[in-house]
């Protein structure tokens, strides 16, 4: 789909689908150590020593993960990262799972409301509901994205 996908034609109940993404053990440590340093994201024994059990992955980087297989099954559809103005924020962020090394990740996402902006009529937003799963289709993390659409030209 190359036609640019404006504010007008997202529906609310449309629904996308995203990833997968193997996720390694260097990856979960690398972003760790420079983005949440905790013990329980860098080492075995540490984690091994909390309710975690085991290495797991910062909720960050779970989200920022869910971003990166968004906005790759974007760049596959270009008209729906043409009409993007980016977003206003999350809503109702929730880990739900650890996420582990050799874990592999999935995302769906669910328009669930849309509003015309009363101040910039050349943009609109839309709320999408987004979930991660894990291997096992267990849900790892929740959250509603708030994004900025472009609106179709006058």
């Known amino acids: 789909m ?3 996908v404006y504010f007008e034609d997202v529906q609310l109940g449309d629904r996308s689908e995203f990833g997968p993404l193997n996720i390694s053990r260097e990856e979960v440590i690398a ?13 075995d024994e540490a984690a091994a020593q909390t309710h975690f059990g085991s290495l797991s992955a910062s909720g960050w980087h779970t989200t920022a ?6 906005v790759a099954a974007w760049q596959k ?29 999935r995302g769906t996402s669910e328009v669930i ?13 839309v709320r999408s ?5 894990n291997q096992r289709d267990e ?14 030209p006058a």
């Open 2 to 4: 190359n036609e640019i």
């Open 31 to 43: 972003f760790a150590s420079e983005f949440d340093p905790q013990p329980f994201h860098l080492s």
């Open 65 to 70: 993960l869910s971003m990166k297989m968004m």
């Open 77 to 105: 559809q270009p008209g729906v990262q043409a009409a993007s103005l980016g977003a206003m924020g999350v809503d109702e962020l929730r880990w739900l799972q650890p996420v582990r090394p050799g874990d592999t990740l």
């Open 113 to 125: 409301e849309k509003k015309a902006s009363r101040s910039r009529p050349e943009m609109g937003i």
């Open 129 to 133: 509901r987004v979930t991660l799963f």
């Open 139 to 152: 849900p790892v993390l929740k959250m509603i994205p708030i994004a900025i659409f472009r609106t179709r």
